[in-house]
């Protein structure tokens, strides 16, 4: 009779199927029925119902929220101020030639291995290395990235709030030069000032004005654009910036204010957990793509940005020969998936486990690269407006990256647009938006890793932790209000957050794919979809031999590219440059630091610690009870107590049990010192407090006793 039956069992009612495993109502097991006696603290869990899978730390409300924070996690700023300008600089469209392949070499296994490990176990980026316990300082140093990001991203969060404000005027600041803050050199564009001057725009870009009264003639000459109201604007205004990364000068306390109503944002956002930050993702994930489509509808209707975007689309395939171009892609690939720094493995962590994460991670590779594409449009259709208005030839315009790509081009070429307000508003709420769902995952990514870490005293007061981590993150962020803030942030864009990511990335690629094994964590995909990815030997190749020389490679190249750091005309003294190569050093000294803990805090023998440190910790698996026995029910207390008989129970708990105190130094169990353990050792019998039904009539297949992994 089928296990499923619904039959009374020697007149003791029907048996109750909560108890035991799924793959039990695929045997035709005749088990007698299970009376509760305390010694199952959790039955097996329900899967299949709309609330929380895991009903600790809960879950994804459904699959859309969790599809779209992993886009605002990875879509990043850097499409709209890194990668236009890539473009830009080598070869056009011929750019993505190297970038596609690189995305696929690097980006792409690393992704795919963190979303992995994060939905296998349901661990955030400390706690998922149980997985190899000699690397978890892998996780120390990822949050401690996490950490320096949450303050980069909030100041910059700051700057565009600040933008924002100031553009809910009839005329924005920086379109003008009659401001206490423009200097004397202000100057606007040349077919601006010549059209309000009445003059004449000749073909090099010189503007000649008559004057009737005076019979004279005065030449207006091609301007600089080092002189545009925006750059006074952003140095003058914004940052008052001082002369020296040592010159700190005043506060500016509207930007502190700033900082403080963006730190409050985040906390609000992140106050229920992923209940709250997956509906806050609906706004600041969508929103920006429909202002995105808005403003990229508007720039192409201006004159000179479809030409703009011709030309500079234009593929110019020689740049492949060149390896330089073919490492900035690689490095670029890497950044724009956020791998590394421990946000994968939290946003991962809170799926269902049997979620179907191969399309996922397509998905949002997919919608990363349309994202920087349409970013590379906005900002040449930007370039070619611009190119314009100062009669400048689109051969000789040349731009720059970073900070001054979005708050000073871009901004200038919102400014001349018909409505610039509204258009100017658009924009700088599109760049907050997509700074805060950035932000607010990396802030989650800290608060998840010390709850998971900690779950005793830090789960039951995450909101705590929360507010905690949001007042310290205040306070470290105000320092970069003085007059010196943008040079500390340029050295933090050139070394805290670079290279260090690579460095992990290639240790994490090592541990995974050679320690724990790489055929492991394809079979943890496997246990996740069903099947495994598609090209099996391809992956293990990649993991194993391609990953680990593309990372070296990547390393090289950010280190050997390396030059002396300066912005505008101010060169970087050489203790600050130290000062950086030393804070970026910190988070890695993590690694071989917890790394020694771990080995020193092992039992055993110099062995049996090597063993424990390189072997899975026996609570690496799933989370779930039920979806660990879905493979191995033997390992799962509850489960073996249902299927095995008592006398298989006992003698596999007392075989433990010797092994155990043998292993901490002591001898075999005998006489009294056995009978503490309740086990008689006479040869006669064996007595046990397990309690376990009986055998089952039908033979039931053996399993192995064997780890998760």
Known sequence: MSISSNEDRNGRGQVDMSLYPPFIRQLDAKLPDYTREGDIEYPFEEITGVGDENRIRGNWSN??????????????????????????????????????????????????????????????????????????????????ISGFFAVFFNIISAWTLFYLINSFSFSIPWSNCQNSWSGEN??????????????????????????????????????????????????????????????????????????????????????????????????????????????????????????????????????????????????????????????????????????????????????????????????????????????IALDKFHIRDGFHLVFVFLAEALAGVPVAPLYAGLFFIMILL????????????????????????????????????????????????????LYWMELLTQFVLTWPLVVIAFLECMAINWIYGVDNMLDNAKWIVGHWPPCYIFWKILFKFICPLVYLSILCFLWLDWNSIEYESYQFPYWSILAAWGIASLPLLLIPIIGSWQFCIAKGSITQKWWRVLYPDDAWGPALAIHRAEKFPLQIPEARRLLLPPEVEIASSQRDLQENIQMNGGGPLTGARSSEFGHQTDGKSIRSDVKSVGATINTIPKFERETAI
Request: aromatic share 12%.
């Open 63 to 144: 699959k859309s929220d969790y599809l779209l924070a992993v886009i605002g996690f990875t879509a990043g700023v850097g499409s709209f101020w890194k990668f236009p300008f890539l473009v830009f600089q080598n070869g056009g469209a011929a750019f993505l030639v190297p970038y596609l392949a690189m995305l696929c070499l690097a980006a792409l296994p690393m992704f795919f291995m963190e979303m992995v490990l994060g939905q296998f176990s349901s661990s955030a980026a400390i706690s998922v290395w149980k997985v190899v316990p000699l690397f978890k300082g892998i996780g120390f140093a990822q949050v401690t």
């Open 186 to 391: 202000c100057t606007l564009g040349t077919r601006i000032q010549c059209r309000e001057m009445n003059g004449t725009l000749l073909v090099n870009g010189s503007c000649i004005v008559e004057h009737a009264t005076s019979n004279k003639t005065t030449v207006i000459p091609l301007h600089d654009l080092d002189s545009i109201p925006s750059l006074k604007y952003f140095h003058n205004d914004v940052l008052m910036l001082s002369k020296g990364v040592d010159d700190f000068g005043t506060l500016n306390w509207y930007l502190g204010l700033c900082v403080l109503v963006c730190w409050i944002a985040v906390f609000l956002c992140l106050f229920q957990g992923v209940k709250s930050s997956g509906k806050v993702v609906y706004i600041s994930v969508i929103f920006p793509f429909i202002i995105l489509t808005v403003l990229l509808t508007r720039l192409l209707t201006l004159d000179g940005s479809i030409s703009a975007v011709l030309y500079f689309l234009t593929p110019k395939w020689a740049v492949l020969k060149d390896l330089h171009v073919w490492g900035e892609a690689a490095v670029q690939a890497f950044y724009s998936v956020s791998c590394c720094s421990g946000g994968l493995f939290t946003i991962a962590s809170y799926s269902r486990f049997h979620n179907h994460l191969y399309k996922d991670i397509c998905l949002v590779l997919i919608v990363d690269v349309i994202v920087s594409l349409i970013g590379c449009i906005l900002t040449f259709s930007a370039i070619g407006f611009t190119c314009f208005e100062f009669a």
């Open 434 to 485: 997509v700074v805060h769902a950035t932000q607010m995952f990396v802030v989650e990514t800290i608060v998840s890793s010390l709850c998971d870490e900690y779950p005793e005293r830090l789960r039951r007061n995450r909101r705590h932790v929360l507010t905690t981590v949001c007042a310290l993150f205040i306070c470290l962020s105000i320092p970069f209000c003085l007059s010196s803030g």
